[in-house]
């Protein structure tokens, strides 16, 4: 369950088999993959419901993208079995591409064509007719408040409308699944909001929604479930609730000291309130059970063994304290 | 039942994919014609004008220049229609991407590229040939009796020339863009026989046999066959072979590596 080795070795690989509207990550093959490449997915294992809004929660880094760009058939796997909605990525792709659609992480308009034209080509590669596709745009625009950008040309749209932009796209042939990799990287909180309450609509409208992110707020509020990966590796897979009562008790308190914490974390662990002391690299890591009470003993005890305390932050139980406990490292 | 469906499907796929580049084409049309055409139209005004009416080329130059500007521009045309596009959208635009998520196969998507790079060659060749015509005045030995042949020859080098463009667009990083032209362009155009008919060089036999490396010696060669047969040239049936075998190398490796680049 703990994947705390920094281990850069093997090639990137992921999978996943399903049934409808889902998708199982296989084991990879066994055997050593070659030195020096980045492993990243290992072994991912993992099984999306129809109609369920599925989180990829992880750090940079962690293989989100790698697993949306191998289920969005964009990235081979080096090994194992993914299927979407009963179709093999590899094998299937073009029947994968058919039933989903794909929000990228970032804007990828096409931008020779106003936003109607990239609504409309879009459309055409999935063979529909341009008169029906021009309706549907102006609906989907419409509904997405970007009715009056119809004309527009991507320089003329803010970076939040053309993420909205991207959405719409992906909604125009009317996919089952819609994979969204980071969609609110980089938008300004209001923006933000709105798009949370799209991706709402349309999961209640019966989309199956995958996507990632590395907010622990965005996927605890729109997650139906959420899957917490890093270093390519399933660390945690439930719902955002369960997720949380599974965080350790009481509140994680680190201490930055100016040296070596170890000393510090023997004498930490004597204190009444506090478990599971980590101290390493002039870090003191510890879970309190009164809160922030056990912090003047916290900060004696770091001074006793002769350190000074530089920076203290308290974290209340949550996705991030979760987090935090299975990597051992912050999200942001 | 479902397999003509789908290919139905498939075809009218690809029909949208080359209707997106005929528009953004047609809406760029004026800087492509200048892009791709102006530099073998100077060309034209200094050695099939200039020159002549100084009386430092014979008039009968221009019979071995016009065929060759065509070849030029074709070159020009198709090679840069496919491989400008293709650095752009790997490289940083990523505008490619959806089209990677039609639900066709993706050697469609690279397909589709060729044949609208095939299209913007012929457009600019069809440009170039009345232009350089009237710019260089009555040119002897020039004929378009067989323009049926004048066709296959810019058919073939387009399809020629924008495979080539695919390989490029698709294998030389986007920072060393400016490599192609000066490293695979420039020298493709000096020894290809634009400027001058193959069998001159048996002046000098160690280049003869070296530049028939050189797609555009054929593609050149070729328009001569078609456009001036009285004139000397290599046998346009030696000329087809030539580009259907160079078409088919440069479709296979220009479809390797976009495929590389386009799944990761």
């Known amino acids: ?332 | 039942m479902s397999a003509p469906r789908a290919e139905v499907r498939a075809s009218s796929i690809f029909i949208a994919l080359l209707r997106r580049d005929m528009r953004v084409a047609r809406r760029e049309l004026p800087f492509f014609l200048l892009r791709t055409t102006l530099q073998p139209l100077m060309f034209v005004i200094v050695f099939g004008y200039l020159l002549p009416r100084m009386g430092f080329m014979g008039r009968g130059y221009t019979t071995a220049l016009l065929p060759g500007v065509l070849a030029i521009s074709l070159t020009f045309s198709s090679i840069q229609s496919v491989a400008l596009p293709m650095v752009q959208d790997f490289g940083w635009t990523k505008e490619i991407e959806d089209r990677l998520l039609a639900p066709i196969p993706i050697s469609l998507v690279a397909a589709e590229k060729i044949v609208a790079g095939v299209l913007q060659g012929i457009v600019s060749a069809l440009f170039v040939l009345p232009v350089a015509r009237l710019i260089m005045g009555p040119i002897p030995n020039l004929t378009f009796a067989h323009f049926g042949d004048v066709l296959l020859i810019t058919i073939l080098g387009a399809a020629a020339f924008s495979s080539l463009g695919l390989f490029l667009g698709t294998a030389i990083q986007p920072q060393q863009i400016g490599l192609m032209f000066g490293v695979i362009l420039a020298p493709m155009i000096f020894f290809g026989c634009a400027y001058y008919p193959w069998q001159g060089l048996s002046m000098v036999p160690v280049m003869k046999y070296a530049v028939l490396i050189n797609p555009l010696v054929y593609v050149a060669e070729g328009m001569r066959a078609a456009l001036t047969p009285a004139s000397p040239h290599m046998p346009l049936a030696v000329v087809v072979a030539a580009l259907v075998v160079i078409t088919a190398i440069f479709w296979m490796l220009g479809m390797r590596s976009f495929m590389k680049r386009a799944v990761g």
């Open chain 1, 1 to 332: 369950m703990r994947a705390l080795r920094k281990v850069y070795k093997g090639t990137g690989k992921a999978k996943r088999g399903g049934s409808t509207h889902s998708a199982r990550w296989a084991p990879p093959g066994a055997g050593s993959p070659p030195v020096n490449d980045v492993v990243a997915l290992d072994s991912l294992d993992l099984d999306i419901r129809a109609g369920e809004f599925f989180g990829l929660l992880g750090p940079n880094g962690a293989g989100k993208t790698t697993a949306i760009g191998i289920l969005t058939t964009r990235i081979l796997p080096t090994s194992g079995k993914a299927t979407v909605a009963g179709a093999d990525v590899v094998e299937d792709s073009a029947r994968v591409r058919q039933t989903i659609g794909v929000v990228p992480q970032r804007p990828n308009a096409d931008l020779s064509l106003n936003v109607l034209e990239n609504l409309q080509f879009h459309a055409a590669y999935f063979g529909i007719s341009f008169d029906v596709a021009t309706k549907r745009a102006y609906e989907l625009l419409e509904r997405l408040g970007l009715a009056d950008k119809a004309g527009s040309k991507m320089s003329e749209m803010s970076g939040g409308q053309q993420q909205r932009l991207m959405i719409v796209r992906a909604l125009m042939h009317e996919p089952d699944i819609i994979f969204l990799d980071e969609p609110t990287v980089g938008l300004d909180p209001q923006a933000r909001l709105d798009l949370w309450e799209i991706l709402r609509d349309l999961h209640k409208r019966g989309r199956t929604i995958v996507m990632t992110t590395h907010y622990m707020d965005e996927a605890d509020r729109l997650c139906d479930r959420l899957a917490i990966v890093d270093r390519g590796k399933l660390l945690a897979l439930d719902t955002p609730r369960t997720l949380k009562s599974k965080a350790p008790g009481g509140t994680l308190i680190e201490l930055v000291l100016d040296g070596d914490s170890a000393p510090a974390g023997v004498i930490a662990e004597t204190i009444a309130g506090i478990s599971r002391v980590e101290a390493a690299n002039g870090l003191l890591r510890v879970h309190s059970s009164r809160g922030g009470q056990t912090l003047p003993a916290l900060i004696e005890a770091a001074e006793s063994s002769g350190r000074t305390v530089t920076d203290i932050h308290l974290l209340q139980p949550s996705l991030e304290t979760l987090f935090v406990s299975l990597t051992g490292r912050k999200l942001g």
